[in-house]
């Protein structure tokens, strides 16, 4: 099942599991919009994988199956890619 992860890794941001500004990779790292598009240009800067934005769970799927609540966030931020 997909890890619906709380925040953004790099800024810290709050991504609620209904939120269409989250992105992740194929290992579920998890990125903001902004971050996702103009910092790491589309590339996960862990594992240098696509990032795509990360599908919404429906709410009443929520209950059963919740998001996690386990906030990853790189202490150093991220940097520009390249
Ligand atoms: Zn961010
Ligand atoms: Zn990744």
Redesign the pocket.
Known sequence: MLQLRPNCECCGRDLPPDSREAL??????TFCRPCAEKVLLGR??????E?VRRPIRPAEKLAKYPASSERKVKPEGCRAAG
């Open positions: 992740i990779c194929s290992f579920e790292c996960c800067p862990n594992c240098g994988g990032l």
